[in-house]
């Protein structure tokens, strides 16, 4: 059983355009939400994170929207450049756990 | 600061063999999480060790063991390899335990199990 959800698998913005990575959970006791972005060859790199009681966190070009009675959780990457194509995950972790619950990654290109 | 570093990067082993990965935590981190990313999936979580004590295990069997040092660095050991066990692994280090303190990653090791 998957427990995060993430779509789109794959997708293609061109330069300037907003990429838009979705997720969806159905442990409620999850109360940590973070995005990492991983280019070939390295580790994953935190990105940006959000706890339920926000809707909505904004770091530069980056923000995360939350809706916990949906039980959802996206990525918008605003003014996206070639330099943010990169595989994304959206990861969970329960209150009390230790382990962070990943989706499968979505691989983001920017075209010039 | 320095970062989360592993090694070796790269490793190359048959069935049946023996491997130690090998994790250094950022500075002032006492707690590391071991995952295990298969190649176009997302990662796994293995174990988590917290000041020297196992504190948390994935759904892997007992040949995926683990240790932490005082000074808080740690290994993966891996008995009985298989071929499945090819996969990219990788070391997060936090401040502390708790769903608070973000998980820092490093690079990995890429195992390659022939």
């Known amino acids: 059983q998957q427990q995060v959800k993430q779509s789109p698998q794959s997708l293609i913005v061109q330069k300037g355009g907003i990429s838009i990575i979705n997720c969806a959970y159905e442990n409620t006791a999850f109360d940590y939400f973070p995005w990492y972005q991983q280019f070939p060859g390295k580790g994953p790199a935190l990105l940006i994170a959000?706890?339920?009681?926000?809707s909505e966190k904004k770091e530069g070009r980056f923000t995360i929207s939350f809706n916990k009675s949906a039980k959802q959780f996206s990525l918008h990457i605003m003014d996206s450049q070639p330099g943010d194509s990169a595989t994304y995950f959206c990861?969970?972790?329960?209150?009390?756990?230790?382990?962070?619950?990943f989706g499968k990654g979505t691989t983001l290109s920017v075209s010039s | 600061e320095t970062g989360v570093t592993q090694s070796p990067t790269h490793l190359i082993k048959t069935r049946g063999q023996q491997v130690t990965l090998r994790c250094s935590s950022q500075?002032?981190?006492?707690?590391v999480s071991w995952y295990q990313q298969a190649l176009g999936q997302g990662p796994q979580f293995i174990f988590q060790y917290y000041r020297e004590e196992e504190n948390g295990r994935g759904n892997f069997p007992p040949r995926f063991s683990g240790l932490q040092f005082p000074n808080y660095s740690s290994e993966l050991n891996v008995n009985a390899l298989e071929l499945d066990d090819s996969a990219l692994y990788l070391c997060a280090s936090s401040l502390d335990r708790g769903s608070n303190q973000p998980q820092h990653f490093g690079d990995g090791t890429r195992l390659s199990i022939l």
């Open positions: 500075s002032g981190h006492n707690t």
């Open positions: 959000i706890r339920p009681d926000v």
């Open positions: 990861a969970a972790f329960k209150m009390a756990g230790t382990a962070l619950i």
